[in-house]
């Protein structure tokens, strides 16, 4: 017998299965009714961010980005460095929509792989939009470190001062 979290799922494959499909209102019509459902689906657009194709990856960015759910933010830091502008574009996009909780996994990113061009560009646009949008002024420093002469070696340092700034604030707010 199945329960009723296995039968959700069930629902959600079909749902999930017509992102890849050729016609962009089946797209939508999926793609909307994927962002009703919101929660149960993250996890299988968090896997669906990994499709070798490349339209199922810019799907599921999209309705992340639409849900805005932070469990799906590491992952979306990781399309980043998709090889298609597009999936890194609207992955950005959904990273600014998570807001502060996209900081840590962006933040760690660029701590470990500041030598990629794609992961700082996009990178950039993540930090200037959550500041613009979410009023996050303390990522400046990092942005500054983004536009500087040596960003493969001055943004991890700046990353990691804000990421440790983060933490202690975070500490400091739950104790």
Known sequence: MKSSSD???????PLLATLGDTHPAERLRA?????????PAVPMLVRMLSSPVRLERWEAAKTLAEIADPRSAAALVRALEDDDHDVRW???????????????????ALMERSDSLWLRKRSHYVLGGLRERHGIE????????????????????????LLERELYAYTAQNE
Not at 7 to 13: A, G, I
Not at 91 to 102: F, N, P, S, T
Not at 138 to 161: D, F, K, Q, T, Y
């Open 90 to 108: 609207v992955a950005g996009e959904a990273l600014v929509a998570v807001g502060r909780d996209a900081l840590r996994p962006l933040l760690e």
């Open 31 to 39: 793609r909307r009714k994927l962002v009703v459902v919101n929660g």
């Open 138 to 161: 303390e990522v400046g420093p990092v942005l500054r470190a983004l536009e500087g002469p040596a960003p493969e070696e001055g943004v991890p340092i700046a990353a990691w001062r």
């Open 7 to 13: 039968e959700e799922l069930d629902s959600l494959r």
